[in-house]
């Protein structure tokens, strides 16, 4: 496997078609997915870093800057969707994933939902509804929840805890980078909320855009705190031995809406982070709360249905 350069980040190109090994684009490229992948078992870390560098090859190819013929954007997409759907590649991380997809049975629709997500990012983007929102989150984010299902083989009645922990943190993301996407032209809060004139004029920095926004991000936060909720309840769907990872990467990530809230308009300028020792106070509560968690336990795992009504016709078309 080809290392990746010190500072480098590889273009999409490199990662579709790059022979990269996938546990340094983890390493490199996804570190609090990275911090939490470092508490589970060394084969289900092997797994879940191709799956990464799938989804982050994907997820690449919405900000590349545009190219010609095979290298843009979206010929990448369709290169990546074509070799899914069983036609010759010569993408090693493509070919990667269908073994993984066949051992674990991961259906590839999952993949092509998420494939179908990137694709919205290519043009400008405006966003009118929360359910539109719900949507798209459900196809970038709670779809590589549901193929991590497969992978960690948890009990199907946690899919439903697995798509809002997706969703809430996509929606984590979105607050984290307003004024980032407003420059590309991207707006993801909903215009039943704030009017997207006002998000793209952020860089006027004037007191009334800006107020209008936080609001905004502030109505958005609330929402993924549900999410986050609900997600949290279905924790003991996982096996013991991954639960502390993916209760740390959710608690790390829910933890990037309190350093907004701390500042909302700093926020709104500066991408918020939290910092590497909270990181790792986080990731030893996980491991100290899953060493408390022996037996799967109950009955706290009543899915709120209600959660799921934006995005109910996708589940059932891509699972």
Avoid at 118 to 130: G, P, S
Wanted: glycine content about 6%; aromatic content about 6%.
């Amino acid at each position: 496997m080809k290392p990746i350069g010190h500072g480098h980040h590889p273009s999409p190109y490199e990662q579709v078609f790059g022979e990269l090994d996938p546990q340094e684009v983890l390493q490199r490229c996804g570190r609090t997915f990275y911090t939490a992948s470092l508490v589970m078992p060394s084969g289900v870390r092997q797994d879940l870093a191709v799956l990464y560098a799938l989804c982050r090859a994907i997820d690449d190819c919405a900000d590349a800057a545009d190219g010609a013929g095979k290298r843009s954007p979206a010929c990448l997409l369709d290169q990546i969707a074509s070799g899914l759907n069983g036609e010759h590649t010569r993408s090693p991380i493509v070919n990667a994933f269908r073994s993984l997809a066949e051992r674990h049975g991961i259906p590839i629709a999952l993949a092509q939902q998420l494939i179908e997500g990137v694709r919205f990012d290519l043009d400008a983007v405006r966003i009118e509804t929360v359910d539109e929102l719900l949507r798209y989150s459900y196809r970038v984010a709670s779809t590589v929840g549901l193929m991590m299902c497969r992978i960690l083989d948890v009990e199907p009645e946690g899919d439903s805890f697995a798509i809002d922990l997706g969703i809430a943190m996509q929606l984590t993301n979105i607050a984290r980078d307003v004024a980032e996407d407003a420059r590309a032209d991207r707006v993801y809060l909903p215009a039943e909320w704030v009017d997207s004139k006002r998000v793209l004029a952020l860089n006027n920095d004037t007191e009334a855009e800006t107020a209008g926004v936080c609001e905004a991000v502030e109505r958005l936060l609330v929402m993924a705190d549900r999410y986050y909720a609900s997600a949290e309840l279905g924790m003991h769907y996982l096996p013991i031995a991954v639960r502390a990872g993916i209760r740390s990467a959710a608690w790390n990530y829910h933890a990037i809406g309190s350093v907004i809230r701390r500042d909302p308009v700093r926020a709104l300028h500066e991408r918020a982070r939290t910092s590497g020792l909270g990181k790792s106070l986080r990731t030893a509560a996980a491991l100290w709360a899953a060493s408390l968690e022996s037996l799967p336990l109950g009955p706290s795992d009543v899915h709120d249905e209600s959660l799921h009504r934006a995005v109910r016709t996708l589940r059932f078309v891509s699972t």
